[in-house]
T-cell receptor, first 116, second 112 residues
Framework: DTEVTQTPKHLVMGMTNKKSLKCEQHMGHRAMYWYKQKAKKPPELMFVYSYEKLSINESVPSRFSPECPNSSLLNLHLHALQPEDSALYLC???????????????FGEGSRLTVL | SQELEQSPQSLIVQEGKNLTINCTSSKTLYGLYWYKQKYGEGLIFLMMLQKGGEEKSHEKITAKLDEKKQQSSLHITASQPSHAGIYLCGAALNFGNEKLTFGTGTRLTIIP
């Protein structure tokens, strides 16, 4: 199994809603990532987890709250989002943490979020 | 300014023609990755280069990393419609840095 599965594929939410994005992998990878991608822009790193601990937070607003309940799952909790948060949210995993290692990042298909 | 610049931003190529996409950084690249993305979808890993002067090929795609490890090129031979998409280079810009920074992307269109 070499897949990273993200749900839901599409999400529409109001600014007062609370929702979550989910990501799952069964490759035994110990590093998991959340990226945000706006239209026609490259993905931008949001969070990195290593061995279920938060390793990097790229100064992401607190209305985005990541959670890594176990080595296979990564969640992104959303609350009080703004319309400008509408984007494609990509989850990725890698065998080990360092990008300069030989471990490639495996990406999910993404969750397209629209905030009304 | 972007730390990883790709050129061209977009490319329209007739099917069967060769093409090259470049990725340039002012910093040494520790691990250079090439990904392909279909519109609105996830990224598909193509190749990873680590050593200066390294070259790798897979099917009709060849990627190279220069000796200084500051520039990479992706070359597609005899392009096909299946090659269409957005090509992104990604790299760790500091040794041991787990943050993968992506380039600006190149949108490739293949016309019959």
């Amino acid at each position: 199994d070499t897949e990273v599965t993200q749900t839901p594929k599409h999400l529409v939410m109001g600014m007062t809603n609370k929702k979550s994005l989910k990501c799952e992998q069964h490759m035994g990878h110990r590093a998991m990532y959340w990226y945000k991608q706006k239209a026609k822009k490259p993905p931008e790193l949001m969070f990195v987890y290593s061995y279920e601990k938060l390793s990097i937070n790229e100064s992401v607003p607190s209305r985005f709250s990541p959670e890594c309940p176990n080595s296979s799952l990564l969640n992104l909790h959303l609350h009080a989002l703004q319309p400008e948060d509408s984007a494609l949210y990509l989850c990725a995993s890698s065998r080990v943490l360092a990008a300069s290692n030989t471990g490639e990042l495996f990406f999910g298909e993404g969750s397209r979020l629209t905030v009304l | 300014s972007q730390e990883l610049e790709q050129s061209p931003q977009s490319l329209i190529v007739q099917e069967g023609k060769n093409l090259t996409i470049n990725c340039t950084s002012s910093k040494t690249l520790y691990g250079l990755y090439w990904y392909k993305q279909k519109y609105g979808e996830g990224l598909i890993f193509l190749m990873m280069l680590q050593k200066g002067g390294e070259e790798k090929s897979h099917e009709k795609i060849t990627a190279k990393l220069d000796e200084k490890k500051q520039q990479s090129s992706l070359h597609i031979t005899a392009s096909q419609p299946s090659h269409a998409g957005i090509y992104l280079c990604g790299a760790a810009l500091n040794f041991g840095n787990e943050k993968l920074t992506f380039g600006t992307g190149t949108r490739l269109t293949i016309i019959p």
